[in-house]
């Protein structure tokens, strides 16, 4: 292994090792009340180390989205591979795909639906915002090609299949949010796998002929 390979790899290890850290502190404090000096304790770091890796606390935020967006995008196209599946499973896969998303990591899909609509993006480095909205924009296209691959074939209702991928992303974070907000006020009421049951399944009936 040459000098320059082994200072990469170090670098993308003490990398990970303060998006560990950081994913640590934001579950533990929430974004607001999380510092960069905090995650810093966390990873045994100086503080100025952090700032040679993330330019400031909302990169460092961004940049958890990453590894979820690859993983919906890999989830995504395992449903697309399948061909001659009929509709109604089709769109059970989705869903299935959607909640192992979820479960994946939980706090840092529904910290991502958050970053998507707010200020935080305008804060972000350009080759960030760059790989966070090509991996956003392409899962949306995986899942528009899901429908339009049978949409030839007259097996769903005639809408335009990038709508339709709107319709069931909107869907699946929507009823996420909504059961993670009433999950807050009583931990013990957890039917987010449920909820999403019932939502695609009057989303199949609607859609399918």
Known sequence: MGIQERKQRERERRRQQIIVAAKRVFSEKGYSKA???????????????????????DELYASLSLRILQYLNIRLEDV????DVEPRKKIAAIKEALFDVYQFDPMILINMFHLQSSETLKNLSSPLLENITELSRNSLTILAAIFKDETGQDR?????PTAIADIVWSLFTGVVLWEESKRMIDNEKDFLKQTLDVAFEIFSRGITR
């Open 35 to 57: 510092t960069m000096e905090d995650i810093a304790r966390e990873a045994e770091l100086s503080p100025g180390t952090l700032y040679l890796y993330f330019k400031n606390k």
């Open 80 to 83: 697309k591979r399948e061909k």
């Open 156 to 160: 769903y209702a005639s809408h335009h």
